[in-house]
């Protein structure tokens, strides 16, 4: 049997291939390629799912009834061939509203705020079901809800906790990769306002409700809103998001080293670690804060006044010295690389080849990047390191700018000697013409 399968299979292509190759080929593509647009184009679209509920629903003119209906027709849910009985039971093709929401048909309605985790779980924590629809979804998100804050307030029976309606909405429901989406990375923030920027909403609970005002203020917010990075961190990228908690002063480093790497390595050698385990401060947010984190600048780390680490250290103090030296080398740097920066620029303004001393500067300036990551460290060995080899290539880039100056100098002389003598042999030749003109004629 195979093997006639296969020799019927081997017939048909060879059939095949001597059509589309054949001399017939090319007028049987003129002729079959507008007949298959034709029948793309004017073909109908696959119809609905009946379903007597969005029919009667759009119709009502309560809109707290007719709107899920509207709402449903851009839902991922109906997307993908579901339709309101997947939710809420019942028989979508029944003409009467007794014989639609009939309880033996399996009609549940609007579910509790209790029950809705396990609602949405029916299908979500299915994988036979859910590999269906989309396989990379995980179906683990109802059990890691329940590991949450809010779920555990749930639990005890608070009813004001969020749920999953309460993030992905409910009858509108979009893909996280639709920019429309509640849960799309530029709208996190937003979403989670609804909760947690209510004050009054909040105050039963004992936690602040400023930190989104504070987030639009921070550096993670202009990367995601201004910059349009959505890499950047919202939220769920520090909180989690089905599984949503606070983190804790042991994890807290944790989860900022899932960016900032390097930055949390040389945390973790330093001596500030130990101290701030035993004063049990939060690693990265005792300097940076959590919400208004504001973009790193030098004035962070040294003796002055707007010095994060005059916070612990006092004057004379082992940890003061170390800030003060270490301000004072990177300043010492950046000094440096502004100098060179300013005579070469002069150079090539003033029409001198500096292209390349230009580019070799670039040591100079990873430097000063590599030594303000390294205060991390809080070691003044490791940041003198890494700044000397930056000094000197800061040198040699202002010695070259001198040195294009001084030839451009030298030229400038040069052209004007050549001037002068060209000049003198031009009048010398000037006045041997007017002696000639001046000889009387015989």
């Known amino acids: 049997m195979d093997r006639q399968q296969n020799q019927a299979e081997r017939l048909w292509r060879a059939r095949l291939a ?24 004017f073909s109908p679209a696959p119809a609905q799912k009946k ?16 709107a899920p209906a509207k709402l449903f027709d851009n839902d991922i849910h109906r997307g993908r061939g579901l339709s309101c009985n997947d939710c809420h039971g019942g028989d979508p093709n029944a003409d009467t509203k007794e014989s639609a929401k009939d309880p033996g048909k399996g009609y549940l309605g609007k579910p509790k705020t209790a029950d809705i985790p396990a609602y949405c779980g029916k299908c979500h924590s299915d994988a036979n079901l ?16 329940y590991t949450s804050v809010h779920g555990k307030l749930l639990k005890t029976g608070e009813q004001r906790v969020a749920t999953c309606v309460s993030c992905h909405s409910v009858h509108g429901i979009r893909a996280i990769s639709d920019p429309l989406s509640s849960v799309y990375p530029s709208n996190v923030a937003e979403t989670c306002s609804k909760c947690h920027g209510s004050a009054d909403y909040m105050r039963g609970f ?22 349009q990075d959505l890499s950047a961190p919202t939220c769920n990228d520090c909180h989690g998001n089905h599984g949503a908690s606070p983190p804790g002063i042991a994890s807290v480093a944790n989860v900022c080293g899932t960016c900032h790497g390097r930055q949390a390595e040389l945390f973790q050698v330093s001596p500030h670690k130990a101290a701030f385990d035993q004063r049990q401060f939060g690693e990265c947010i005792k300097c940076h804060s ?45 000094g440096s690389i502004d100098k060179s920066a300013e005579i070469l620029t002069r150079a090539e303004r003033a029409g001198m080849e500096v292209s390349r001393p230009k580019f070799e500067m670039k040591e100079a300036t990873d430097a000063l ?74």
Do not use: W
């Not at 379903?51 to 007719?66: A, M």
């Not at 590999?131 to 059990?143: A, H």
């Not at 004992?206 to 910059?227: E, L, M, R, T, W």
């Open 18 to 41: 001597r059509v589309l190759h054949g001399p017939h080929a090319h007028a049987i593509f003129r002729i079959a390629l507008p007949l298959a647009i034709i029948l793309i184009l």
């Open 51 to 66: 379903s007597s509920c969005i029919e009667c629903h759009v119709k009502l003119e309560d809109t707290r009834l007719s």
């Open 130 to 145: 859910m590999k269906r629809f989309n396989p990379s979804l995980r179906v683990d998100q109802e059990r890691e809800y």
């Open 206 to 227: 004992g936690i602040p409700s400023d930190q989104f005002d504070k987030y639009k203020k921070s550096v993670h917010a202009n990367a995601i809103y201004v910059k």
């Open 290 to 334: 959590n919400h208004f984190i504001a973009k790193p600048g030098d004035e962070m780390i040294g003796t002055g006044e707007r010095s994060v680490c005059i916070t612990c250290h006092t004057a004379g103090d082992k940890g003061f010295i170390a800030a003060g030296l270490m301000r004072g080398r990177i300043d010492e740097l950046m």
């Open 369 to 442: 990047t590599h030594a303000r990551v390294l205060i991390h460290s809080s070691s003044t060995v490791e940041v003198d390191k890494v700044v000397a080899p930056g000094l000197a290539a800061s040198a040699k880039g202002y010695q070259a700018g001198v040195g294009a100056l001084a030839e451009r100098s030298f030229r400038r002389k040069g052209l004007a000697v050549s001037l002068v003598f060209i000049l003198f042999l031009a009048v010398l030749v000037y006045l041997k013409v007017k002696q000639i003109e001046s000889r009387p004629t015989t």
